[in-house]
């Protein structure tokens, strides 16, 4: 198993933010290629502290709102273009056709997709794969490259 697939600890909010601000260098010196980044993980287990961490070291200085009610949230910085979902209120994967969701996959853009099992049959194939989950006082994340445009953003992430 690769040093990205074992349950990384992360003790707190601020580690969780932490390590998705690795993930957000490692993604701002990647390819423009369009990437996306399915979330998964229990109500509370952080994901959308994660996403907040990478939009802040992808250069986001405004409000991150969580899209819980939106279901979606744009942010634009000079070099990307990040949508931020979160599925958590869909009822059926159907709900998720007047979003347009393919339109984010172009050079540039990046998606962040919470509870993508919701969507299932509707969301394009995650390049990068984390589950955050409860372990002791904390959380732990478990990180699986699912395309080869995926292997040397995690090499980057934990370097």
Known sequence: MAAAERPLPLADEAATAACGARLGSALASADTAPFVVHVAGELGTGKTTFVRGVLRELGVTGAIHSP????????????????????????????????AVR??????????????????????????????????????????????RAEPVVQQWFR
């Open 103 to 148: 339109e984010f996959l172009l050079p540039g853009h990046v998606m962040f997709i919470e509870w993508p099992e919701r969507g299932e049959g509707q969301l394009p194939a995650p390049d990068l794969l984390l589950q955050l989950e409860f372990a002791n006082h904390g959380r732990t994340i478990a990180v699986r490259a699912r395309s080869a």
């Open 68 to 99: 819980t009610y939106t279901l979606v949230e744009i942010y634009e910085t000079p070099a990307r273009r990040i949508a931020h979902l979160d599925l958590y209120r869909l009822v059926s994967p159907r709900e998720l056709e007047p979003l």
